[in-house]
């Protein structure tokens, strides 16, 4: 669910997407008591596992686990007791009709505060076949090793430059070499795509000099 003003993220059900596919999403409020709201601010909260049935018309969370709250004592409730959702009646007999026709299940993905409120979203959800899974897991690791090469190779790139640089300080180069070297780094930018270079007027009198310099020796050699 993407982040909004006014939306604190709590708590977020990754095994969900891992074993589902999310065909729709939904947001619900819930029904909740005051130590559950406090348990739940302090993030004592798991999605893992949990799942939505509805009955008699109303809809209900299960399996959705709220530790009890620390100082909650006798008004603390069972952190595993179903906790009913509200959403409006049409809403639901949707829901209920699409899981007893398609074959998919109702999971709960986030729980968050929106404007001060415990919210739930929904997920109408499709199960994953293994190598739908196996597939998803290949892709996340191949991303990762793309990563990491690039890093590598940045690393690598930020290395050669440290070493060229100290080298060349350890060589004590007069003014003259560190122009030169900044004019041939000015000529490695104009062969590449920019279309305008601004280049400092100290280097162009030094560029213009090598000009002078080349002129001489091509008619030397005339």
Known sequence: MARAQGIKQIAQNRKAFHDYFVLERYEAGIELFGTEVKSIRAGTVNLKDSFCTVKDGELFARGLHISPYEKGNIFNRDPMRPKRLLMHKREINRLNARVMQDGVALIPLSLYFKDGRVKLELGLCKGKKLHD??????????????AEGEAEAIMKVQTALADSIKLLNNANPNDQVVKLKALESFEKAADGQATKIIVPSEIQSLAGLAASFKGLLEDEKK
Do not use: F, G
């Open 133 to 146: 899974k196996r597939d998803a897991e290949a892709e996340r690791q191949a991303a990762v090793l793309r």
